[in-house]
């Protein structure tokens, strides 16, 4: 088991109401699964997904990683967790725009001490399975969105997560880059990383094994 | 690690070239000024500490009340030193400096050259301050009469080397002439000592009674013995007054003791003043040269710390206020793992890189500017005197404390960031809004308030001084020395000038109503026999028949010396100071005595004329008491003359002097210059004041500008939404200015009652003084808000004519 929520709640007070963003959340995933998160806007995916990766509080319930307790460890803690084991992929790609295309995927690298000649080896690797080495000079503007993307799926590879966490990772490019995209996503799940990928698109979700529905901050069991 | 920081740190920097420019040149200047300021403090504070002894060192000054007259001097009577000496084994050594006599011609060749920088000298003066010798033996070289040493580059001057000096003579014009030989040559003089001479002669060729207790003349100087407290020392002046002094008074009037003297309201004191605080911390009368002032530079100091600060704290807001500009990255920084120390390290190399990088123009910006600093604050410091491993270890701490001292804010503001919030773009710290940023410009308004203030109130009181009435005419006066001329050449040199068109009235004279003229001091009493309550002092100036027209004072009593009285010669004429000393209510026909010696008998003055007060000294002291006796002074010639060619009238008399005195130095002045150079600190001290506002102002101003400019950016969307919504260009100015404006004005509040208070105090130092006009305050107001005004107005301007559509779309 990687990851298992039991009745997840997440709320803001707005005046005297309490709005609910996440509401009774169960559900439990298991290594080398590809799942997808749809829903309307709104309905709390990226919450979800926020709450998974650790970016975010919850009020309510409890969280296991890999058998830790999530809620019940202290920030740090917390950090070095998501840190060992996830990598994000956001929708606006958040590449650092000051940072070529090889610094941007050595970054997470730095956080975590790796060394000098084993960065190297490890960026060129991966620069290698993107296709991308003869960009690893340009800055993000430079780029597609496509291969903004790209860059952003590399650098949440290069820490060797056990999980990456998409949210809506294509919903700024279009339908060929889209399709790539989601290409890559099945290779990395065949080779063995556990994917959470928030979407609205069926096409999308289409390439998971496993596909949840939320609805206003609770899954939808009709479906 | 750190290389990635510095990369990025680099990149971001290139990435806002206005930023990094405004950030980078505020900080410059602040670090530059900074700079210049601390050089002229060490400066300042080095005075007189090169001598090896020089904690051991210690003047002797007198302090005299007699008659309500104060005499506050650097100099003591000629015995005193050696009487110290041999009366208290804790003096070590004693040495004396007789500089009364003034300049001298010393003769080169055909010629004669007028050397100010001379001195006579007892030998023991190189015993006790550090003056080594390039060649000779300083220990001996005073001993004998007639010797001189001199520096090393007045013996190129006169024999081409020091190694040529030795052994040479030099001709003066000590009585008509003297030769001396040269013993010793030293090396020069470093500039920071309270004292400068070239030539130092023997003491044993002056002319002057010695022995004598009473007459204060001689700048006496004396080595203590290692670990002697110097106050406790100068308990024991009590006792030699006693001893010494008092006996010598008794025999020129009737004092019955100390006590009794002192009752009267009278006060003769002698105290030991350590030599490292006589450049800053003395300004007695007969110093040695122009001392520098303690408050001076504790003022030049506190403004150069002001100014560092408010451009570090431009650096703070600018910073601070771009960081949701960085947001984003903070964001993705955390998610990528990094923790909260790392980005506060990441954020302090940044400003500390920025810090260095501002240090380099800082010093480029300090080496520019020396030489102009040097000519305001005449001194002659050179950057590469920073070339010293206690000043370049504070050179390179300085970038490290101001870059976490400036960073520090941003750092932890920004790196406490929540990652998810910023990332969804929910982070706004860049509007105006924030108290802490509030506070910062205020603080650095109210500052720049100060000093604007603070440099219209200097300029005001330097020309109140300039156009007072001072009770003589100092416009169009000619001075000419007339030292190189034999006495006969002087009267028929004055006669032919006399002649000249365009002068209208010519006198001799000695003693002039500006500085660096000589001045004499002596005792009267308003009854034949002098005692302690019906004695007071003086100033004694022998004068002609034409001094006070030529001058321009006026009689208000009485009448000028006349050719056509045969008595004036025991005739007096007194100012409205000396009329109240002597406690006259009728002044003319009254008498006045005076003797000119301790055994002497006393002479009786006739009060014939008043004349209306006028400054002598500074516009710092009170007029004092003073009078005029007929004399035959002809130290110098004055000539009031009218033209507007005074370059062409001055060529006149040159060629007419130089007929008469072939080979002797022309040295001439203008009343009016030379009166200008008794406020020369005052002008100076405007002069640097000015800089400092215009500095302060520029760096606060460019603070604002880096605000608003992000202020406006922030705001983009707001603004296209309003103008939408049907906003006038006006409204949207009035909206991005208005919270300025009010920081301004609060600023204003803040700063008005310090400045006042402030200068108020540096008022108190004249005599004759202005009052601070509301009107300064609210001009000063009006400029600042001006300033203000223009330079929020160019950002908020553009901010409010761009076009809606654009700045909704780019969101």
Known sequence: MLLELKNIYKWVNSGSRRIFLLKDINLEVKEGEFMSIMGPSGSGKST?????????????????????????????????????????????????????????????LLYKNVKSSERKALVADMLDRFNIVGK??????????????????????????????????????????SEEIMELFKDLNNEGVTIIQATHSEMNASYGSRTIHLLDGMRNRTN | MIKNYFKIALRNLFKNKGFTAINIIGLALGLGCFIVIAMYVADEL????????????????????????DLIMAVSSD????????????????????????????????????????????????????????????????????????????????????????????????????????????????????????????????RYTMGNYLSHNFHTYVVLQPDVDYKEFNKYFTDVINKYVMPQASHFMKVESMEAFEKSGNKLEYALFPLTDIHLKSSRGVELGT???????????????????????????????????????????????????????????????????????????????????????????????????????????????????????????????????????????????????????VFQFSTSIILIIGTVVIYQQLSHIQNSKVGFDKEQVLVVENSGLPRQARESLKSEIAQLTDVKSASFGGYLPVGDSSRSDTTFSSEAVMTESNGFNMQFWNIDYDYIPTLGMEMIEGRNFSRAFGSDSL??????????????????????????????????YTVIGVVKNFNYESLRQNVGPLSFILGNNSWVSIYRFQTADITGLVDVVERKYKAMAPGMPFNYRFMDESFDNMYRQEQRVGKVALTFSILAILIACLGLFGLATYIAEQRTKEIGIRKVLGATVTNIVAMLSTDFIKL??????????????????????????????????????????????????????????SNPVKSLRTE
Request: with cysteine; aromatic share 12%.
């Open chain 1, 48 to 108: 979800l997904l926020n709450v998974i990766g650790m970016l975010d509080h919850f009020n309510e319930g409890t969280y296991n990683f890999l058998n830790e307790p999530v809620h019940e460890l202290k920030e740090k803690h917390r950090a070095n967790l998501y840190k060992e084991y996830i990598g994000f992929v956001f929708q606006a790609y958040h590449l650092i725009d000051e940072l070529t295309v090889y610094e941007n995927i050595e970054t997470p």
């Open chain 1, 136 to 177: 690893k000079d340009l800055f993000p503007q430079q780029l597609s969105g496509g291969q903004q993307q790209l860059v952003g799926i590399a650098r949440a590879l290069i820490s060797k997560p056990k999980l990456i966490l998409a949210d809506e990772p294509t919903g700024n490019l279009n339908s060929k880059q």
């Open chain 2, 46 to 69: 080095s005075y007189d500490r090169y001598h090896e002894k020089a904690d051991r060192i210690y003047r002797i000054n007198s302090d005299i009340r007699f008659g309500g007259t």
């Open chain 2, 79 to 206: 015995p005193i030193g050696a009487t110290l000496k041999q009366d208290y084994p804790e003096v070590e050594e004693s040495a004396r400096l007789y500089s009364s006599s003034g300049s001298k011609l010393i003769k080169k060749g055909d010629e004669y050259i007028n050397e100010s920088r001379v001195t006579h000298a007892d030998s023991t003066l190189f015993d006790v301050f550090t003056l080594p010798a390039i060649v000779g033996d300083t220990k001996s070289a005073l001993k004998e009469p007639n010797s001189v040493v001199m520096t090393e580059s007045a013996a190129r001057r006169y024999f081409g080397s020091p190694d040529n000096a030795i052994g040479k003579t030099l001709e003066t014009d000590d009585n008509r002439s003297t030769l001396y030989n040269v013993t010793a040559v030293i090396k020069d003089m470093p500039k920071n000592s309270h004292f400068n001479y070239e030539f130092f002669f023997s003491m044993a060729n002056i």
């Open chain 2, 291 to 441: 001392n520098g002032n303690i408050q001076y530079v504790y003022i030049f100091s506190a403004a150069a710390l002001f100014i560092l600060l408010i451009a570090c704290i431009n650096f703070m807001n600018l910073t601070t206020a771009r960081s949701s500009g960085r947001a984003k990255e903070v964001g993705i920084r955390k998610v990528l793992g990094s923790e909260k120390r790392a980005l506060i390290w990441q954020f302090l190399t940044e400003s500390t890189l920025i810090a260095f990088i501002a240090l380099i123009c800082a010093i480029v910006f300090a080496w520019l500017s020396l030489d102009w600093f040097n000519s305001i604050s005449s001194k002659e410091m050179v950057i590469s005197s920073l070339i010293r491993p206690e000043y370049l270890a504070v050179l390179l701490a300085l970038p490290f404390m101001v870059g976490i001292m400036a960073g520090a804010y941003p750092a932890f503001f920004l790196s406490s960031f929540q990652p998810v919030k910023v990332l969804k773009g929910k982070i706004s710290s860049g509007t105006s809004k924030n108290n802490l940023r509030s506070f910062l410009v």
């Open chain 2, 571 to 604: 005739g007096i004429i007194l100012n409205e100071s000396a009329v109240k000393s002597a406690g006259f209510k009728n002044p003319i026909g009254q008498k006045l005595y005076t003797s000119f010696g301790p055994n002497e008998p006393m002479i009786p």
């Open chain 2, 744 to 801: 301004v004005l609060i600023s204003f509040v803040i700063a008005t009652p310090i400045a006042y208070w402030f200068m108020n105090k540096w008022l108190q130092d004249f005599a004759f003084r202005i009052d601070i006009n509301w009107w300064v305050f609210i001009l000063t107001g009006i400029i600042a808000l001006l300033i203000a005004l223009v330079t929020l107005s160019f950002q908020a301007i553009r901010a409010a004519i």
